[in-house]
Protein backbone atom coordinates (compact mmCIF):
# COMPACT_ATOMS: atom_id res chain seq x y z
CA UNK A 1 0.00 0.00 0.00
CA UNK A 2 1.21 3.05 -0.91
CA UNK A 3 2.47 6.04 1.87
CA UNK A 4 -0.29 8.55 0.87
CA UNK A 5 -3.25 5.70 1.12
CA UNK A 6 -2.03 4.61 4.48
CA UNK A 7 -1.68 7.96 5.79
CA UNK A 8 -5.68 8.76 4.76
CA UNK A 9 -8.33 8.68 7.28
CA UNK A 10 -11.79 8.63 8.15
CA UNK A 11 -13.63 10.77 10.50
CA UNK A 12 -17.27 9.18 11.52
CA UNK A 13 -20.39 11.76 12.39
CA UNK A 14 -18.54 15.16 11.87
CA UNK A 15 -21.07 18.70 11.34
CA UNK A 16 -19.59 20.79 8.74
CA UNK A 17 -19.55 24.53 10.24
CA UNK A 18 -18.49 26.79 7.68
CA UNK A 19 -18.14 27.69 3.77
CA UNK A 20 -14.26 28.89 2.73
CA UNK A 21 -12.10 29.84 0.56
CA UNK A 22 -12.51 28.56 -3.50
CA UNK A 23 -15.65 27.01 -2.63
CA UNK A 24 -14.65 24.64 0.47
CA UNK A 25 -16.88 23.76 3.35
CA UNK A 26 -15.29 23.44 6.68
CA UNK A 27 -15.00 21.12 9.60
CA UNK A 28 -13.27 20.17 12.81
CA UNK A 29 -11.33 17.18 13.22
CA UNK A 30 -10.99 14.93 16.19
CA UNK A 31 -7.84 16.47 16.67
CA UNK A 32 -8.74 19.86 16.33
CA UNK A 33 -7.29 20.52 12.52
CA UNK A 34 -9.51 22.13 10.37
CA UNK A 35 -10.76 19.66 7.30
CA UNK A 36 -11.64 21.36 3.92
CA UNK A 37 -14.14 19.47 2.14
CA UNK A 38 -15.57 19.37 -1.75
CA UNK A 39 -18.58 17.84 -1.49
CA UNK A 40 -20.50 18.79 1.39
CA UNK A 41 -22.47 21.78 2.57
CA UNK A 42 -22.66 23.75 5.70
CA UNK A 43 -24.94 21.85 7.86
CA UNK A 44 -24.36 18.47 6.82
CA UNK A 45 -23.56 15.68 9.43
CA UNK A 46 -20.86 13.58 7.45
CA UNK A 47 -18.18 10.89 7.31
CA UNK A 48 -15.04 12.40 5.75
CA UNK A 49 -12.09 10.41 3.97
CA UNK A 50 -9.07 12.35 4.35
CA UNK A 51 -7.49 13.12 0.80
CA UNK A 52 -4.29 15.06 1.96
CA UNK A 53 -2.66 15.92 5.73
CA UNK A 54 -1.01 19.07 6.17
CA UNK A 55 0.47 20.54 9.55
CA UNK A 56 -2.68 22.99 10.27
CA UNK A 57 -5.27 21.01 8.50
CA UNK A 58 -6.87 17.96 6.23
CA UNK A 59 -8.13 18.08 2.61
CA UNK A 60 -11.01 15.76 2.18
CA UNK A 61 -13.85 14.41 0.85
CA UNK A 62 -17.43 13.43 2.07
CA UNK A 63 -18.44 9.47 1.87
CA UNK A 64 -21.53 9.63 3.43
CA UNK A 65 -24.07 11.46 5.06
CA UNK A 66 -25.91 11.35 7.75
CA UNK A 67 -28.10 14.45 8.32
CA UNK A 68 -28.65 16.30 5.27
CA UNK A 69 -28.16 20.46 6.04
CA UNK A 70 -31.23 22.91 5.56
CA UNK A 71 -29.43 25.08 3.29
CA UNK A 72 -29.16 21.85 1.32
CA UNK A 73 -31.00 22.22 -2.70
CA UNK A 74 -31.41 20.13 -5.16
CA UNK A 75 -28.47 20.64 -8.15
CA UNK A 76 -30.68 21.70 -11.00
CA UNK A 77 -27.59 20.14 -13.25
CA UNK A 78 -26.77 16.23 -13.98
CA UNK A 79 -23.34 17.07 -14.47
CA UNK A 80 -22.89 18.86 -11.31
CA UNK A 81 -20.21 17.03 -8.67
CA UNK A 82 -17.87 15.63 -11.79
CA UNK A 83 -17.77 19.23 -13.69
CA UNK A 84 -15.94 21.42 -11.46
CA UNK A 85 -17.61 24.82 -13.29
CA UNK A 86 -21.08 24.67 -10.33
CA UNK A 87 -19.08 24.12 -6.66
CA UNK A 88 -22.55 25.51 -4.83
CA UNK A 89 -25.32 24.59 -6.87
CA UNK A 90 -26.25 21.76 -4.00
CA UNK A 91 -26.87 25.26 -1.64
CA UNK A 92 -29.71 26.96 -2.22
CA UNK A 93 -28.84 30.75 -3.62
CA UNK A 94 -30.05 33.09 -0.44
CA UNK A 95 -27.21 31.05 1.58
CA UNK A 96 -24.47 31.79 -1.18
CA UNK A 97 -25.16 35.00 -0.69
CA UNK A 98 -24.72 35.00 3.28
CA UNK A 99 -21.14 32.95 2.59
CA UNK A 100 -20.37 35.16 0.25
CA UNK A 101 -20.64 38.43 2.21
CA UNK A 102 -19.20 36.81 5.10
CA UNK A 103 -16.23 36.25 3.19
CA UNK A 104 -15.90 39.88 1.99
CA UNK A 105 -16.38 41.11 5.97
CA UNK A 106 -13.75 38.38 7.46
CA UNK A 107 -11.37 38.94 5.02
CA UNK A 108 -11.04 42.59 5.28
CA UNK A 109 -11.57 42.65 9.22
CA UNK A 110 -9.44 39.69 9.74
CA UNK A 111 -6.42 40.43 6.94
CA UNK A 112 -7.04 44.57 6.38
CA UNK A 113 -7.50 44.98 10.41
CA UNK A 114 -9.48 48.46 9.36
CA UNK A 115 -12.14 50.32 10.97
CA UNK A 116 -15.19 49.39 8.47
CA UNK A 117 -18.40 50.94 8.33
CA UNK A 118 -21.69 49.11 8.06
CA UNK A 119 -21.39 47.07 5.01
CA UNK A 120 -24.34 47.07 2.49
CA UNK A 121 -26.13 43.21 1.70
CA UNK A 122 -24.47 42.07 -1.11
CA UNK A 123 -26.25 42.46 -4.31
CA UNK A 124 -27.48 39.39 -5.48
CA UNK A 125 -27.93 38.24 -9.23
CA UNK A 126 -30.99 38.44 -10.56
CA UNK A 127 -30.54 35.42 -13.06
CA UNK A 128 -28.56 32.55 -10.93
CA UNK A 129 -28.61 30.33 -13.71
CA UNK A 130 -28.13 31.51 -17.55
CA UNK A 131 -26.28 34.41 -16.88
CA UNK A 132 -22.80 33.97 -18.65
CA UNK A 133 -22.05 35.89 -21.57
CA UNK A 134 -18.84 33.80 -22.94
CA UNK A 135 -18.40 29.87 -22.35
CA UNK A 136 -15.86 28.11 -23.98
CA UNK A 137 -15.85 24.05 -24.53
CA UNK A 138 -12.81 21.88 -25.41
CA UNK A 139 -12.66 18.87 -27.65
CA UNK A 140 -11.55 15.76 -27.14
CA UNK A 141 -11.40 12.18 -28.88
CA UNK A 142 -10.98 10.08 -25.09
CA UNK A 143 -13.38 11.76 -23.04
CA UNK A 144 -13.97 11.86 -19.17
CA UNK A 145 -15.90 8.19 -17.94
CA UNK A 146 -17.64 8.76 -14.93
CA UNK A 147 -17.84 6.54 -12.04
CA UNK A 148 -20.93 5.12 -12.95
CA UNK A 149 -20.22 4.76 -16.76
CA UNK A 150 -16.69 2.82 -15.19
CA UNK A 151 -19.04 0.44 -13.18
CA UNK A 152 -21.99 0.10 -15.56
CA UNK A 153 -21.48 -3.22 -18.45
CA UNK A 154 -22.29 -0.13 -21.07
CA UNK A 155 -19.38 -0.57 -23.96
CA UNK A 156 -18.30 3.23 -24.75
CA UNK A 157 -17.61 3.38 -28.26
CA UNK A 158 -17.72 7.21 -28.85
CA UNK A 159 -15.63 8.34 -26.98
CA UNK A 160 -15.73 12.01 -28.62
CA UNK A 161 -15.99 15.12 -26.13
CA UNK A 162 -17.12 18.83 -26.50
CA UNK A 163 -17.46 19.73 -22.78
CA UNK A 164 -15.55 21.00 -19.61
CA UNK A 165 -11.99 19.90 -18.41
CA UNK A 166 -12.05 17.84 -14.99
CA UNK A 167 -10.61 20.12 -12.27
CA UNK A 168 -6.77 19.88 -12.07
CA UNK A 169 -6.51 17.56 -15.17
CA UNK A 170 -5.20 19.34 -18.43
CA UNK A 171 -5.53 16.67 -20.76
CA UNK A 172 -9.28 14.97 -19.57
CA UNK A 173 -12.81 16.69 -20.64
CA UNK A 174 -16.10 16.09 -19.42
CA UNK A 175 -18.52 15.38 -21.78
CA UNK A 176 -21.39 18.04 -21.10
CA UNK A 177 -25.20 17.61 -22.33
CA UNK A 178 -26.85 20.64 -20.83
CA UNK A 179 -24.87 23.84 -19.11
CA UNK A 180 -26.91 25.86 -17.05
CA UNK A 181 -24.86 28.66 -17.31
CA UNK A 182 -25.27 30.30 -20.94
CA UNK A 183 -28.68 30.91 -22.36
CA UNK A 184 -29.73 29.05 -25.63
CA UNK A 185 -28.86 28.66 -28.39
CA UNK A 186 -25.43 27.81 -26.51
CA UNK A 187 -26.17 24.00 -25.55
CA UNK A 188 -27.83 23.44 -29.28
CA UNK A 189 -24.69 24.72 -30.58
CA UNK A 190 -22.04 22.67 -28.99
CA UNK A 191 -24.53 19.64 -29.08
CA UNK A 192 -24.96 20.59 -32.39
CA UNK A 193 -21.35 20.94 -33.43
CA UNK A 194 -20.79 17.38 -31.79
CA UNK A 195 -23.15 15.59 -33.48
CA UNK A 196 -22.25 16.19 -36.94
CA UNK A 197 -18.57 16.28 -36.27
CA UNK A 198 -19.14 12.59 -35.17
CA UNK A 199 -20.99 11.78 -37.99
CA UNK A 200 -18.84 13.22 -40.32
CA UNK A 201 -15.84 11.88 -38.82
CA UNK A 202 -14.06 15.31 -38.35
CA UNK A 203 -11.54 14.54 -35.92
CA UNK A 204 -11.95 15.50 -32.20
CA UNK A 205 -8.02 16.65 -30.66
CA UNK A 206 -5.89 14.58 -28.55
CA UNK A 207 -4.28 17.10 -26.15
CA UNK A 208 -1.89 14.47 -25.07
CA UNK A 209 -0.54 13.18 -28.64
CA UNK A 210 -1.22 16.75 -29.82
CA UNK A 211 -3.20 15.53 -33.03
CA UNK A 212 -6.58 16.04 -33.98
CA UNK A 213 -8.41 18.85 -35.96
CA UNK A 214 -11.07 19.96 -33.89
CA UNK A 215 -9.36 22.20 -30.49
CA UNK A 216 -12.22 24.32 -29.02
CA UNK A 217 -15.79 26.56 -29.19
CA UNK A 218 -16.24 29.54 -28.19
CA UNK A 219 -19.66 30.93 -27.84
CA UNK A 220 -20.14 34.96 -26.42
CA UNK A 221 -23.64 36.32 -26.16
CA UNK A 222 -24.59 40.05 -25.68
CA UNK A 223 -27.52 41.54 -24.18
CA UNK A 224 -28.31 43.05 -27.78
CA UNK A 225 -29.83 39.78 -29.23
CA UNK A 226 -25.86 39.07 -31.14
CA UNK A 227 -24.13 36.11 -31.02
CA UNK A 228 -20.41 35.07 -31.86
CA UNK A 229 -18.94 31.64 -32.42
CA UNK A 230 -15.32 30.68 -33.10
CA UNK A 231 -14.02 27.21 -33.89
CA UNK A 232 -10.13 26.77 -32.97
CA UNK A 233 -8.48 23.87 -35.30
CA UNK A 234 -5.28 22.50 -34.59
CA UNK A 235 -4.63 22.48 -38.32
CA UNK A 236 -5.87 23.66 -41.59
CA UNK A 237 -7.91 20.54 -43.49
CA UNK A 238 -9.43 22.76 -45.53
CA UNK A 239 -12.42 21.03 -46.62
CA UNK A 240 -13.58 19.28 -43.17
CA UNK A 241 -13.07 23.34 -41.66
CA UNK A 242 -15.46 24.44 -44.44
CA UNK A 243 -17.70 21.47 -43.48
CA UNK A 244 -18.28 22.05 -39.84
CA UNK A 245 -18.18 26.48 -40.27
CA UNK A 246 -20.84 25.91 -43.19
CA UNK A 247 -23.17 23.34 -40.87
CA UNK A 248 -23.02 26.15 -38.35
CA UNK A 249 -24.00 29.18 -40.33
CA UNK A 250 -26.65 26.93 -42.15
CA UNK A 251 -27.93 25.91 -39.05
CA UNK A 252 -27.74 28.35 -36.98
CA UNK A 253 -28.70 32.04 -38.93
CA UNK A 254 -28.41 33.71 -35.31
CA UNK A 255 -24.82 33.63 -35.87
CA UNK A 256 -24.12 37.07 -36.82
CA UNK A 257 -20.16 36.65 -35.97
CA UNK A 258 -18.46 33.09 -36.94
CA UNK A 259 -14.83 33.01 -36.83
CA UNK A 260 -12.25 30.50 -36.71
CA UNK A 261 -8.33 30.09 -35.31
CA UNK A 262 -5.75 27.57 -36.87
CA UNK A 263 -3.73 26.87 -33.51
CA UNK A 264 -0.63 24.73 -33.90
CA UNK A 265 0.89 25.22 -30.81
CA UNK A 266 0.73 23.11 -27.13
CA UNK A 267 -2.08 25.43 -25.97
CA UNK A 268 -5.16 26.54 -26.70
CA UNK A 269 -4.59 30.45 -26.01
CA UNK A 270 -5.79 32.29 -28.63
CA UNK A 271 -4.25 35.73 -27.94
CA UNK A 272 -1.69 35.09 -30.27
CA UNK A 273 -3.48 33.64 -33.04
CA UNK A 274 -4.87 34.79 -35.63
CA UNK A 275 -8.56 35.17 -35.70
CA UNK A 276 -10.26 35.11 -39.23
CA UNK A 277 -13.69 35.67 -39.87
CA UNK A 278 -16.00 33.65 -41.67
CA UNK A 279 -18.88 34.83 -41.80
CA UNK A 280 -20.72 37.90 -40.57
CA UNK A 281 -18.83 40.27 -38.55
CA UNK A 282 -15.58 39.81 -36.65
CA UNK A 283 -17.41 41.56 -33.57
CA UNK A 284 -20.17 41.66 -31.63
CA UNK A 285 -21.80 44.57 -29.72
CA UNK A 286 -22.65 44.56 -26.03
CA UNK A 287 -24.73 47.79 -24.88
CA UNK A 288 -25.05 49.36 -21.20
CA UNK A 289 -26.91 52.78 -20.95
CA UNK A 290 -27.22 53.92 -24.40
CA UNK A 291 -23.33 53.05 -24.56
CA UNK A 292 -22.26 50.52 -27.31
CA UNK A 293 -19.46 48.27 -26.78
CA UNK A 294 -17.66 46.74 -29.61
CA UNK A 295 -16.57 42.75 -28.50
CA UNK A 296 -14.00 40.82 -30.71
CA UNK A 297 -12.96 37.48 -30.06
CA UNK A 298 -10.13 38.81 -27.80
CA UNK A 299 -11.92 41.18 -25.82
CA UNK A 300 -12.43 41.02 -22.37
CA UNK A 301 -16.03 41.97 -20.26
CA UNK A 302 -17.38 41.22 -17.42
CA UNK A 303 -19.49 37.80 -18.35
CA UNK A 304 -22.61 38.63 -16.86
CA UNK A 305 -23.83 41.76 -18.45
CA UNK A 306 -26.25 42.40 -15.94
CA UNK A 307 -24.57 42.66 -12.95
CA UNK A 308 -21.71 44.26 -14.70
CA UNK A 309 -24.25 46.83 -14.97
CA UNK A 310 -25.13 46.83 -11.06
CA UNK A 311 -21.58 46.87 -10.43
CA UNK A 312 -20.78 49.99 -13.12
CA UNK A 313 -23.92 51.58 -11.10
CA UNK A 314 -22.07 50.95 -7.80
CA UNK A 315 -18.57 52.37 -8.45
CA UNK A 316 -20.32 55.75 -10.65
CA UNK A 317 -22.10 55.98 -7.47
CA UNK A 318 -19.44 55.60 -4.99
CA UNK A 319 -17.46 58.23 -7.22
CA UNK A 320 -19.69 61.06 -6.26
CA UNK A 321 -19.14 62.62 -9.41
CA UNK A 322 -20.20 66.36 -9.83
CA UNK A 323 -19.09 66.94 -13.24
CA UNK A 324 -15.88 69.04 -12.85
CA UNK A 325 -13.62 66.19 -11.39
CA UNK A 326 -10.56 64.69 -12.77
CA UNK A 327 -10.95 60.55 -12.50
CA UNK A 328 -8.07 58.25 -12.81
CA UNK A 329 -8.93 54.54 -14.31
CA UNK A 330 -6.58 52.41 -13.37
CA UNK A 331 -6.53 48.95 -14.46
CA UNK A 332 -8.98 50.23 -16.83
CA UNK A 333 -9.22 46.82 -19.71
CA UNK A 334 -11.18 48.00 -22.61
CA UNK A 335 -12.18 51.12 -20.61
CA UNK A 336 -15.73 50.21 -20.01
CA UNK A 337 -15.61 51.61 -16.27
CA UNK A 338 -14.19 55.04 -17.48
CA UNK A 339 -16.88 55.12 -20.68
CA UNK A 340 -19.62 54.89 -18.00
CA UNK A 341 -18.45 57.60 -15.41
CA UNK A 342 -17.74 60.09 -18.31
CA UNK A 343 -20.34 61.62 -18.54
CA UNK A 344 -20.44 63.09 -15.00
CA UNK A 345 -16.46 64.06 -14.78
CA UNK A 346 -14.59 66.28 -16.57
CA UNK A 347 -12.29 63.94 -17.92
CA UNK A 348 -11.61 60.27 -17.29
CA UNK A 349 -7.81 59.18 -17.96
CA UNK A 350 -7.59 55.02 -17.91
CA UNK A 351 -4.00 53.24 -17.86
CA UNK A 352 -3.88 49.03 -18.81
CA UNK A 353 -1.16 47.15 -19.60
CA UNK A 354 -2.41 45.51 -22.50
CA UNK A 355 -2.21 46.87 -25.53
CA UNK A 356 -4.85 45.57 -27.46
CA UNK A 357 -7.42 45.96 -24.61
CA UNK A 358 -6.64 49.67 -24.93
CA UNK A 359 -6.72 49.59 -28.41
CA UNK A 360 -10.70 48.42 -28.03
CA UNK A 361 -10.91 50.99 -25.37
CA UNK A 362 -10.38 54.12 -27.77
CA UNK A 363 -11.93 52.40 -30.47
CA UNK A 364 -15.42 52.08 -28.36
CA UNK A 365 -14.91 55.87 -27.14
CA UNK A 366 -14.86 57.16 -30.74
CA UNK A 367 -18.01 54.82 -31.22
CA UNK A 368 -19.59 56.44 -28.25
CA UNK A 369 -18.31 60.31 -29.01
CA UNK A 370 -16.89 60.20 -25.79
CA UNK A 371 -14.21 62.90 -26.30
CA UNK A 372 -13.58 63.03 -22.30
CA UNK A 373 -11.34 60.09 -21.83
CA UNK A 374 -7.66 59.32 -22.57
CA UNK A 375 -6.20 55.79 -22.74
CA UNK A 376 -3.06 54.76 -22.13
CA UNK A 377 -1.12 51.36 -22.54
CA UNK A 378 1.75 50.07 -19.96
CA UNK A 379 2.70 48.54 -16.69
CA UNK A 380 0.75 50.22 -13.88
CA UNK A 381 3.87 50.33 -11.31
CA UNK A 382 5.69 51.51 -14.05
CA UNK A 383 3.47 53.93 -15.63
CA UNK A 384 1.79 55.65 -13.06
CA UNK A 385 4.38 57.36 -11.96
CA UNK A 386 5.20 61.51 -10.84
CA UNK A 387 5.67 61.93 -14.48
CA UNK A 388 2.22 61.00 -15.31
CA UNK A 389 0.46 62.71 -12.43
CA UNK A 390 2.45 65.86 -13.48
CA UNK A 391 1.17 65.08 -17.38
CA UNK A 392 -2.44 64.79 -16.45
CA UNK A 393 -2.98 66.81 -13.25
CA UNK A 394 -3.88 65.69 -9.83
CA UNK A 395 -6.97 63.20 -9.89
CA UNK A 396 -9.58 64.17 -7.84
CA UNK A 397 -11.08 59.99 -7.94
CA UNK A 398 -9.23 57.79 -8.16
CA UNK A 399 -11.26 54.35 -9.69
CA UNK A 400 -9.11 51.10 -9.70
CA UNK A 401 -9.97 47.55 -10.45
CA UNK A 402 -6.62 45.45 -10.49
CA UNK A 403 -6.71 41.64 -10.82
CA UNK A 404 -6.78 39.08 -8.35
CA UNK A 405 -3.42 39.40 -7.29
CA UNK A 406 -4.71 43.25 -5.94
CA UNK A 407 -2.35 46.45 -6.89
CA UNK A 408 1.45 46.04 -7.00
CA UNK A 409 2.92 48.19 -3.94
CA UNK A 410 4.43 50.69 -5.86
CA UNK A 411 0.62 51.70 -7.27
CA UNK A 412 -0.24 51.99 -3.43
CA UNK A 413 3.00 53.87 -2.42
CA UNK A 414 1.94 56.42 -5.64
CA UNK A 415 -1.98 56.53 -4.51
CA UNK A 416 -0.93 57.47 -1.05
CA UNK A 417 1.62 60.19 -2.38
CA UNK A 418 -1.21 62.03 -4.94
CA UNK A 419 -3.77 61.88 -1.94
CA UNK A 420 -6.46 61.74 -4.14
CA UNK A 421 -10.32 62.83 -2.43
CA UNK A 422 -11.80 59.37 -2.86
CA UNK A 423 -10.32 55.97 -3.92
CA UNK A 424 -13.32 53.99 -5.21
CA UNK A 425 -11.59 49.99 -5.14
CA UNK A 426 -13.36 47.30 -7.48
CA UNK A 427 -11.54 44.04 -6.34
CA UNK A 428 -12.79 40.06 -7.29
CA UNK A 429 -10.55 39.13 -4.43
CA UNK A 430 -11.77 40.42 -1.21
CA UNK A 431 -8.06 39.22 0.85
CA UNK A 432 -5.58 41.50 -2.01
CA UNK A 433 -7.92 44.07 -1.45
CA UNK A 434 -7.95 43.94 1.95
CA UNK A 435 -4.18 43.64 1.96
CA UNK A 436 -4.04 47.42 0.00
CA UNK A 437 -6.79 48.64 1.99
CA UNK A 438 -4.31 47.95 5.09
CA UNK A 439 -1.59 49.63 3.55
CA UNK A 440 -3.85 52.84 2.77
CA UNK A 441 -5.36 52.60 6.58
CA UNK A 442 -3.49 55.62 7.50
CA UNK A 443 -4.39 57.97 4.94
CA UNK A 444 -7.65 56.82 4.15
CA UNK A 445 -10.99 56.03 5.46
CA UNK A 446 -13.56 53.00 4.14
CA UNK A 447 -16.59 54.76 3.81
CA UNK A 448 -18.45 52.23 1.98
CA UNK A 449 -18.64 48.60 0.91
CA UNK A 450 -20.98 46.81 -1.48
CA UNK A 451 -20.38 43.22 -2.71
CA UNK A 452 -21.61 41.87 -6.05
CA UNK A 453 -22.55 38.96 -6.55
CA UNK A 454 -21.13 38.44 -10.34
CA UNK A 455 -21.55 34.83 -10.36
CA UNK A 456 -24.08 32.39 -8.94
CA UNK A 457 -23.26 29.26 -7.64
CA UNK A 458 -19.71 29.62 -7.84
CA UNK A 459 -17.71 31.08 -4.26
CA UNK A 460 -16.68 34.01 -6.29
CA UNK A 461 -17.67 37.57 -5.55
CA UNK A 462 -16.68 40.50 -6.59
CA UNK A 463 -16.24 43.88 -3.51
CA UNK A 464 -16.29 47.57 -4.06
CA UNK A 465 -14.74 50.06 -1.35
CA UNK A 466 -15.18 53.53 -1.26
CA UNK A 467 -12.34 55.67 0.51
CA UNK A 468 -12.01 59.03 2.09
CA UNK A 469 -8.90 61.00 2.44
CA UNK A 470 -8.50 61.18 6.35
Known sequence: MSRRKKSRKIFSNVLVTDAGAKGKSIAKAPDGR????????????????????????????????????????????????????????????????EYKQREVVNNLQRLGKIDLPDITPISGSKDIYF?????????????????????????????????????????????????????????????GV?????????????????????????IRTSSTGELMVLVQFFEDAEAQRKLVL????????????????????????????????YAGR????????????????????????????????????????????????????????????????????????????????????QLNEIENVEFYVGDMKNVFNDAFIAQHGQPDVVITDPPRDGMHKDVVAQLIKIKADRIVYVSCNSATQARDLALLDPYYKVERVQPVDMFPQTHHVENVVLLKLK
Request: charged share 25%.
Open 131 to 191: YRNKMEFSFSDSKWLTLKQIQSDEIIEDRNALGFHIPGMWDKILDIDKCHLQRDPSNAIRN
Open 194 to 218: KEFATKNNIPFFNARNQEGLLRTLM
Open 246 to 277: EYLKETFPEITSLLYVINEKGNDTIYDQNVIC
Open 282 to 365: DHIFEEMEGLKFKINAKSFYQTNSEQAYELYKITRDFAELKGDETVFDLYTGTGTIAQFVAKKAKKVIGVEAVPDAIIAAKENA
Open 34 to 97: VIFISNAVPGDVVDIQTMKQRKAYYEGKAIKIHEYSPKRTEPVCKHFGTCGGCKWQNMHYDYQL
